[in-house]
């Protein structure tokens, strides 16, 4: 399954993944530095592959950070 790519106005590329009903992750792709984010997935569309690029880009900038995820071993005292 693709995940549907797409440039925000600053020629940065995204990928948006779907996490859930309510919510969908904004993943940089390839040079981009930014730093994933969670957007409030549209209550009216459930495919992110219907949005225009329009719809995409209010989508990130409404998101907020997505919370870092932990590197620490479980393993490790």
Same mark, same amino acid.
Not at 29 to 38: F, G, K, L, W, Y
């Given at each position: 399954?693709?995940?549907?790519r797409f440039k925000d106005r600053d020629?940065?590329?995204w990928? %948006?993944?779907v996490r859930s009903r309510e919510e969908w992750e904004l993943e940089p %792709?390839?040079?981009?530095?930014?730093?994933?984010?969670?957007?409030r997935a549209?209550?009216?569309?459930?495919d992110p592959f219907e949005l225009s690029q329009?719809?995409?880009?209010?989508?990130?900038?409404s998101s907020t950070p997505a919370p870092q995820r932990s590197t620490k071993s479980p393993f490790k005292d």
């Open positions: 399954m693709g995940f549907r020629g940065r590329q990928e %948006v993944r %792709v390839s040079e981009n530095p930014e730093p994933a984010r969670i957007a549209p209550g009216y569309e459930t329009e719809e995409l880009q209010g989508l990130l900038e």
